[in-house]
């Protein structure tokens, strides 16, 4: 019923930039926060910045400054401009949308497939 696609993430070296972005698709009534989780190998998925429908993003204290996280509420789609990467940044980022989907009541949260970002020289 709702899809989220991902795309750009890559291998960049440290101090590189990279932007991903995440389009939902599908039978949706409406969207709340979206946002960007990552998980690296042997740790857990954490937060990494997300923003409401209003745009008011939040952040990991770990990404704050060098981070962007914005949205096309039109377009369905959120971006995370990534500047400044570390090789601790290496991960796979998943997209995740709290969404209704058209016609019925519930909200629900849904998540793309990932996409693996490797910072590394």
């Known amino acids: 019923q709702v899809q989220l696609v991902e795309s750009g993430g890559g291998l960049v070296q440290p101090g590189g930039s990279l932007r991903l972005s995440c389009a939902a698709s599908?039978?949706?009534?409406?969207?709340?926060?979206m946002g960007w989780y990552r998980q690296a190998p042997g740790k857990q998925r954490e937060l990494v910045a997300a923003?409401?429908?209003?745009?008011?993003?939040n952040y990991v204290d770990s990404v704050m400054g060098r981070f962007t996280i914005s949205r096309d509420n039109a377009k369905r789609t959120v971006y995370l401009q990534m500047d400044s990467l570390k090789p601790e940044d290496t991960a796979v980022y998943y997209c995740?949308?709290?969404?209704?989907?058209?016609?019925?009541?519930?909200?629900?949260?849904?998540w793309g497939q990932g996409t693996q970002v490797t910072v590394s020289s």
């Open positions: 923003v409401t429908s209003g745009g008011s993003p």
């Open positions: 599908g039978s949706i009534g409406g969207i709340n926060t």
């Open positions: 995740n949308a709290h969404v209704r989907v058209r016609f019925q009541a519930l909200w629900s949260d849904y």
